[in-house]
Each structure stands twice: as C-alpha cells, then as structure tokens.
C-alpha cells in the first residue's frame, strides 16, 4: 500500500490532502509519512531478525527531531557523523549505547561530547583520529570503544559523488594500513577496539558489491582473531538503494536474507546503517507553479522550490520523479523544472515529460525524503522550507517554515 495516493483525482499523505496541506502551510512544503517510514524501518530491521544485530539509522538523511523520535520509538539506533548530529539523537530519546559515530573530521570537543554521552563505538577513519581519541579519553578517564572504517575497494557502481569504498576516495583505512592501526589500538591505554565496519557508497542497486565487501572483512576479521583481538562488532554501513526512477534496487528482505546467509555461523553483532532506504520515499517536496515560459529551444516551468531546498537534481544530476498534485489531462511537452535562484544549476528536473501548467498549480516532487531538507540551505536568503510529519489523519508541523527573522538572527 502506498501512502502518497491519489484520491478523487488530487494526492493525499495517508489521510490527508496535499493540496490542503500546501493551502495551509504554504510551500516549498516537506510531507513526511509517518506510515511509510514505519513500514521501512520495520522491513529493514525485520530482515535482519535471525541474527544479533542493531539498526542505527543514519541521521544525515532527515534529522528533523520527529523523524528521530518515530524511529526512536521503534527501537533504531543511530549513526552519527556530527556532534549536532548526537546532540539531535540524544534529544529525540536515542539511548547512546545505540549510536555510532562515523566521518573523517571528528573534532575534540565532538569526541568528547560523544564519550560523555556514552555511545556504543566511533568508526574510526585515520590512525591520528584514533590518537586525538585516544588523548581526549584519556584525560576524561574513559576507555573509548572504537571500529576501524575499512575501505575494502570496492565498486558501488553509483555515482562518484557518493561512491565511498573505493582506494581514491577519502574515506576510511586501506585494508593494508588497517592492521597496523588495530595493533597500536590494542597498545593505546584509552582505546578498547571492539569492532569493524566500511561503508562503501550510497543508492547501491545490487547486492553484490556488499557481499564482496563483506568477504573482504570477514577475511581480514582472521587476521585481527590470530591478534587475539577482542572484535564483536561488525558494522556494514548504509547505502541500500531506493527506486527514484526506473531503479530495482533489492528489497531489504532480500538483502537481509543475502547477508544473513553470508554471516552464518560469525559470532559478530551486525549494525547497519540505512537511511536513504528508510526515509528517501517517505517524503515529498510541494511546490507551486509561479510561471512558465518559452524561449525559441526550451520550456521552462518556474517553480518556488529550488536547490536550496532540494540539492540532488543540482549536485548529483539526480532523477527526481515529478508529478502534478490534481492531475488536469493536459498533454504532455518537454519541459524543465526550474527554481528561482540565481544559478543555471538551480533545476529540479531537465528534459522532462510534464502536462502544461497553469500558475498556481501545485507539483509533487517525489523521492524527497532523504538529502532533501537536510541539504537545504538559505542561499538567496531564501527561507528554509516547512516540513510536515503526517499520521493518518492528523498532520503535525515538525518543522516551522524560517523567516525573514529568523534567518538573520545570528547576524550583528
Ligand atoms: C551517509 C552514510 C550512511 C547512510 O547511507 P544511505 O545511502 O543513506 O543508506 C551510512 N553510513 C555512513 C558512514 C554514511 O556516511
């Protein structure tokens, strides 16, 4: 079932109209459905049922506090790339013991909010990370829990953009260099090594390339076992793709059940960390015709949302499926989908199909729920978009739209 349905010729979130919604809290307008992004978590993390494992849901995809809260209460850890981002977390009722902390730039004052807190590891992605971790333990009196994030030299096969795994891209330790850092972890007073992890790239449309992954760990776990290293975690990242176009990526249940057999028989917990999958197609992004134009080789549809509020299409070139919210009949032409900002990057989709517009009319962008909003920014001084958390038949505002106000309050 799905929850951004059409009802009597005009689309609804769950219960509830999003042409109404947008008559009531304006656009560029965020919906999240609460329903789906149940549905998604407990598909994912029902998929890995027959073993130990935790699900920590990677918060840069949708940090708004609701998301948090509802994934919280369905038992989600968290995977945390900032001290904002733990801040959020911890706020929405995530027990630290649940959160991993990833990215290569951890500051001081970061991990040592992160070992206040308590959390379960930090994925480790340089030996001198792990010596400012082990300093700022030490002089905290703590014993840090610590992963190393191992590049296994993979190929995603997705856009370079979010290809993570491969030797010439920034992050994690070489396999090579991996063992060693494992060796002066062992030595380092403040460290206690405990687990393992990679994250090799972003919207994967096969399961192969983390089962390759995943050979390479489980091989290199041999080696760290023959260290007489203490290894119980092993964390396989995110990276799960989702359908924003003509994608079949695998259904969680089928990647579940292909890493569950790949694992039978290893005495390791399994975190993972989803979060387009969990939220990508859990949200869309209303916005209201302004104008539309034609020159002698283009028409164009101008839109009030842009790439401050939606950067994908921009960044990535990516496809973002883009429909009308009351279907008229009109026939289709071949248009692009442009914001008001003042970059020729600023588009939404190029070359597309769409129904003639008239001003006024509302778009549905689809697939927005994850690096929507929490890409947004406020370039062209451009108000941050509102977002709204839908649930049945009740809508709760999960995030105000900014003002004028509000977004010169840090300035003198
Ligand atoms: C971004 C990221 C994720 C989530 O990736 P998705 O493709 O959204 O599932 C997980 N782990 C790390 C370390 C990341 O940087």
Do not use: W
Not at 141 to 168: E, L, Q
Not at 174 to 184: F, G, K, N, P, Q
Not at 193 to 219: N, R, Y
């Amino acid at each position: 079932m799905h929850h951004f349905a059409m009802k009597n010729g005009s689309l609804f979130a769950e219960g509830l109209s999003v042409k109404e919604l947008a008559r009531e809290y304006g656009t560029p307008l965020y919906i999240y459905s609460a329903a789906t992004l149940k549905r998604h978590f407990q598909a994912f993390d029902s998929a890995f049922d027959s073993m130990e494992h935790l699900t920590c849901y990677s918060v840069k995809a949708n940090s708004n506090l609701a998301v948090l809260k509802l994934l919280a209460s369905l038992g989600a850890g968290m995977d945390i790339v900032s001290g904002g981002e733990l801040y959020r977390a911890l706020l929405a009722g995530v027990p630290a013991e649940r959160i991993v902390y990833s990215g290569v730039g951890k500051k001081a004052p970061e991990i040592a909010q992160a070992l206040s807190a308590g959390i379960l590891m930090f994925n480790v992605e340089s030996v001198q990370e792990l010596e400012r971790i082990n300093d700022v333990a030490k002089s905290m009196g703590k014993i840090a829990r610590v992963s190393f994030r191992i590049n296994p030299d993979v190929d995603p096969k997705t856009h370079p953009y979010i290809s993570t795994g491969m030797k010439k891209n920034k992050f994690g330790l070489t396999i090579e260099s991996a063992l060693d850092a494992y060796a002066l972890a062992r030595d380092l007073p403040a460290i206690k090594p405990v687990g393992m992890d990679c994250h090799i790239g972003s919207q994967l449309t096969t399961i192969e390339p983390f089962l390759e992954a995943l050979d390479k760990l489980l091989a290199f776990y041999e080696k760290l076992k023959a260290m007489n290293l203490d290894i119980r975690y092993l964390d396989l990242g995110g990276g799960l793709g989702i359908p924003y176009n003509e994608e079949e990526p695998p259904h969680p249940s089928a990647f579940g059940a292909a890493l569950t057999k790949a694992l039978s028989g290893v005495p390791l917990k399994v975190v993972l960390e989803p979060g387009r999958v969990i939220v990508g197609n859990a949200g869309i992004l209303v916005t209201e015709v302004q104008y539309t134009k034609q020159t002698p080789t283009k028409s164009f549809v101008i839109v009030d949302a842009a790439m401050n509020d939606l950067l994908r299409p921009s960044l990535y070139g990516s496809f973002h499926r883009i429909e009308e919210v009351a279907p008229k009949g009109r026939a289709p032409q071949d248009v692009d989908v442009v914001g008001p900002i003042c970059e020729s990057g600023d588009f939404l989709a190029k070359d597309r199909q769409l129904p003639e517009m008239l001003q006024g009319e509302l778009l549905a962008v689809y697939s927005a729920g994850a690096y929507g909003f929490t890409m947004s920014s406020n370039y062209n001084t451009r108000a941050k978009a509102a977002e709204i958390l839908v649930d049945g038949d009740t809508a709760i505002v999960a995030r105000r739209r900014e003002t004028y106000e509000s977004m010169v309050a840090h300035e003198i």
